[in-house]
Structure formats: C-alpha cells, structure tokens
C-alpha cells in the first residue's frame, strides 16, 4: 500500500474533511496547505496527484494519536523517516487505543482471521527473533475492519451487490 492510499483510507474511514486534515498535521506541530492535502488524496493518474512521503505520513499519524489521545507532556516525538507497514499499523492502534483482542475482532470483521500470537509479531522490534513483516494484505484487512467498524454507513464498495 502507498502512503496516499493509507492516507486516502484513514480519511474515508473517519470522515474527516479538509479542515480537521490539516488540523491533524497541526496537532504534529506540521504546516500543510488545503492544496497540499488535495494533491496527496488524489489518484494516481490525476496530474495535480503528488507522492505523500514516509515523514509526512508518520506527521498525520502522529497528529492522530494526539488528536484521540491527547498530547503528551514533554519533547514533541519526532517523525520518522521511513515507514513501513508495522509501524503503520502500531500507530494506528495506538490512536486508537486498542488492545491485542478488539485488533483481532477488527480483523475478524474484515475476514481475516490470524492469532494472538501472530498479531504480537507484527509489534515487535525488528530485531527481534520473532519480529515478523507486515504485508499488505494484513494492513488492508486492518483498515477494512476499521471502515465497517467506525465508518458510518459501515459498507465497503465491495459490499453492494447489484440486483
């Protein structure tokens, strides 16, 4: 998955518009423009589409967790640099506040069903003996689960069947 696409996905799932975007980098102590936000949500194919890079995707995740969760006391946590899917998805069970359980239940929701010992993998540090990678597929189910779960109509494109 490419950054924009998770971007794309958070916004949809939430419904967040243009103003709480930028609201969200914001919380990250991040200056982004509305023409900037419009650009990284636009397809592939359009011209006015532009990459959205690892840093400015951890900057919104991170104005995320600050904005379910408050601001923490102290030094503002620095952006990483790079991202990949695992600390994608620890970021976003951080914002909101999940345990090991409901991330397995967002799971199940989507269809997709793994363990507990599998899902603890994914945290890990990447040096770890039992740090596994994140595919794809795994943080699509994730997000999956979070759209029927939190999204107000609760249907995915895939869910309408035409009569």
């Known amino acids: 998955m490419t950054n924009n696409d998770v971007l794309r ?3 949809y799932i939430f419904d967040f518009n243009d103003e709480k975007m930028i609201a969200l980098f914001a919380l990250a102590d991040a200056q982004v423009t509305r023409e900037q936000v419009s650009a990284w949500l636009k397809k592939e194919e ?6 959205l890079s690892d840093q400015q995707l951890a900057i919104f995740l991170n104005g995320l967790i600050n904005d379910k969760r408050g601001k923490r006391e102290g030094p503002v946590h620095t952006p990483e640099k790079q991202l990949n899917n695992n600390t994608i998805f620890m970021k976003l069970k951080i914002a909101l506040n999940l345990k090991a359980e409901e991330v397995l239940s967002l799971m199940a929701l989507a269809g997709f069903t793994m363990s507990k010992h599998e899902l603890s993998a994914l945290f890990r540090k990447s040096d770890h003996k039992h740090y596994r990678v994140c595919k794809d597929q795994i943080l699509r189910n994730f997000l999956k ?8 109509t609760g249907k995915t494109k895939t869910d309408f069947k035409w009569q």
């Open 9 to 11: 996905r958070v916004r």
């Open 46 to 51: 359009d011209e006015a589409y532009q990459l």
């Open 145 to 152: 689960g979070l759209q029927l779960k939190y999204r107000k």
